[in-house]
């Protein structure tokens, strides 16, 4: 049985899969981020669950709300895909920044 098969009564596959592709890219960022501080000698915890707190679960959530809202009324996949792409932006740009600082890319 496919992703597809099992979500597609459920849930529209644009909207899942546009969500775990944003959320795949804000955890690259966090796993970039964390080895950044871990090589750098910088590394603490408490600052990763900060984040969590402070970053990955708002963000992921309203993406999430964001989603079942869109499946719910299909008028809202405009703001879904709107947050979206917002968040690809976001972290799109502190990831770039951050392999930058590493001059892993120009």
């Known amino acids: 049985m496919t992703t597809e098969e099992v ?4 849930f529209d596959p644009q909207i899942v899969y546009t969500f775990l592709g944003v959320l795949v890219l804000i955890l690259l960022n966090t796993a ?5 501080a871990i090589v750098d000698g910088e590394f603490e915890a408490d600052h990763v669950t900060d984040y ?3 970053h990955i679960l ?4 309203t993406l999430a709300l964001f989603g079942l809202a869109a499946t719910v009324a299909p008028e809202a996949k405009a703001l ?5 792409a917002t968040a690809v932006v976001k972290y799109g740009d502190k990831l770039r920044d951050k392999l930058q600082k590493q001059s892993l890319i120009e």
């Not at 979500?7 to 459920?10: C, G, S």
């Not at 708002?58 to 959530?61: L, R």
């Not at 879904?80 to 979206?84: L, Q």
């Open 7 to 10: 979500f597609a009564p459920y």
């Open 32 to 36: 970039v981020g964390i080895l950044r």
């Open 52 to 54: 969590m707190r402070k």
């Open 58 to 61: 708002p963000d992921g959530g």
């Open 80 to 84: 879904f895909f709107a947050a979206t």
